[in-house]
């Protein structure tokens, strides 16, 4: 079962149509069998294959939600062993996405304590897993209260880039609609490693992440002050004077959003 899972797996990897053609032919009942049933390697190619099903289609997420799948997964998450954990929370990051429902119904199945412990563990596939889930008010109350806030700084201050992306996913969701969590995080020493993967990281992605990360803390004129003696000031003059066509739009957008959010403290 377990290489069977496997098979079926890199066939989705490699292309849509063989997805679709899966679940059509009723392998999702399966796999959620599998999940419930099977030995702990065919569970952890179950769940990354259901992750790898739910990339991409929303239509197949609903499928996968509707196939009972959420609460498995959930249960691997907190009782495999340690690559199951990591796959399960891949899968629910992926169902997560694009869905309030699927989102409440993984929080509600008690997530929240094993994706922190897997970030406190230094493990971004679970950041990514909090980011996806942080997409209410409620829920991001939930992950606060969970404890994620500065294992999140941590693992933006000392993981790999990849990581400190998925990092600064996870914060941004967090820190909208709060000048609290925001302060929180800023406290928690997240300015200074935000303006160095601004100057040294190679993804663009991950500059633009930092970048609208950056802004969205600058919530008063104490935050502001801070993330100006971080560098992020200087890091976007000179992406202004020299980056990309997008770093130049990004940093052209920090810089207004600064001077607008200081006048508006003043006043």
């Known amino acids: 079962m377990e290489g069977a899972a496997c098979a079926l797996r890199n066939l989705a990897a490699n292309s849509e149509e063989p997805s679709d053609q899966m679940v059509k032919a009723g392998a999702l009942p399966v796999l959620v069998m599998v999940l419930k049933k099977g030995s702990d ?19 197949r997420r609903v499928q996968i939600g509707h196939a009972d799948a959420l609460h498995p997964l959930v249960t691997l998450l907190l009782e495999g062993p340690e690559l199951s954990k990591l796959q399960a929370a891949l899968a629910l990051a992926n169902l997560a996405a694009s869905s309030e429902e699927r989102s409440d119904q993984i929080v509600k199945a008690g997530a929240l304590p ?17 980011g996806n889930l942080a997409t209410s008010e409620e829920r991001s109350v939930q992950i606060a209260d969970a404890g994620a806030l500065k294992p999140l700084v941590l693992l ?5 880039e990849g990581a ?11 820190t909208d609609n709060s000048e609290d969590r925001s302060a929180k995080i800023v406290r928690a020493g997240a300015l200074q490693p935000l303006v160095t993967l601004l100057k040294e990281g190679t993804e663009a992605a991950s500059k633009a992440g930092c970048g609208n990360y950056a802004r ?5 004129e104490e935050q ?18 020299k980056g990309s066509d997008h770093d130049q739009k990004w940093a052209a957008y920090v810089l207004s959003h600064l001077a607008d959010t200081s006048e508006r403290c003043a006043q």
């Open 41 to 59: 390697g065919a569970k952890r190619e179950a769940a990354c294959l259901l992750g790898h099903l739910a990339y991409t289609s929303e239509e």
């Open 114 to 130: 094993a994706l922190v412990k897997l970030v406190k563990e230094g493990k971004h596939e679970a950041a990514n897993a909090l």
């Open 156 to 160: 933006l201050r000392q993981g790999m």
């Open 164 to 174: 400190k992306k998925r990092a600064v996913h996870a914060l941004r969701c967090l």
């Open 216 to 220: 969205s803390l600058a919530n008063s």
């Open 224 to 241: 502001i002050a801070q993330i100006v003696n971080a560098g992020a000031m200087q890091c976007a003059l000179l992406l202004l004077k």
